[in-house]
Nanobody, 118 residues
Framework: QVQLVESGGGLVQPGGSLRLSCAASGSIFSIRSMGWYRQAPGKQRELVAN???????NYADSVKGRFTCSRDNAKNTVYLQMNSLKPEDTAVYYCNAQVLVTTWGNYWGQGTQVTVSS
């Protein structure tokens, strides 16, 4: 009923930048939160950044000052601008959204690989 489609991952050198996008589509009545999680090999999935309703973005301490999360509610799209990337940012990045169809549900994108390496 709801699809989250991500784009923008890839390979970048340390200090470089990438921009991720995630568009939600389907039988959407409302979206409460949209944001990004990541999972590195051997580690648990962790919150990177999200925006709840029309509030300010929330960030993990490890990305504050380097990443910017923004949301276009008219397009049901969330973005993650990642600057000053570090090797420890390497992970699969997943888009997440809490969406009201007939009931509230928690939805995930398929994931996009971000690799920071020289």
């Amino acid at each position: 009923q709801v699809q989250l489609v991500e784009s923008g991952g890839g390979l970048v050198q340390p200090g470089g930048s990438l921009r991720l996008s995630c568009a939600a589509s389907g039988s959407i009545f409302s979206i409460r939160s949209m944001g990004w999680y990541r999972q590195a090999p051997g580690k648990q999935r962790e919150l990177v950044a999200n925006i709840i309703s029309v509030g300010s973005p929330n960030y993990a301490d490890s990305v504050k000052g380097r990443f910017t999360c923004s949301r276009d509610n008219a397009k049901n799209t969330v973005y993650l601008q990642m600057n000053s990337l570090k090797p420890e940012d390497t992970a699969v990045y997943y888009c997440n959204a809490q969406v009201l169809v007939t009931t509230w549900g928690n939805y995930w994108g398929q994931g996009t690989q971000v690799t920071v390496s020289s």
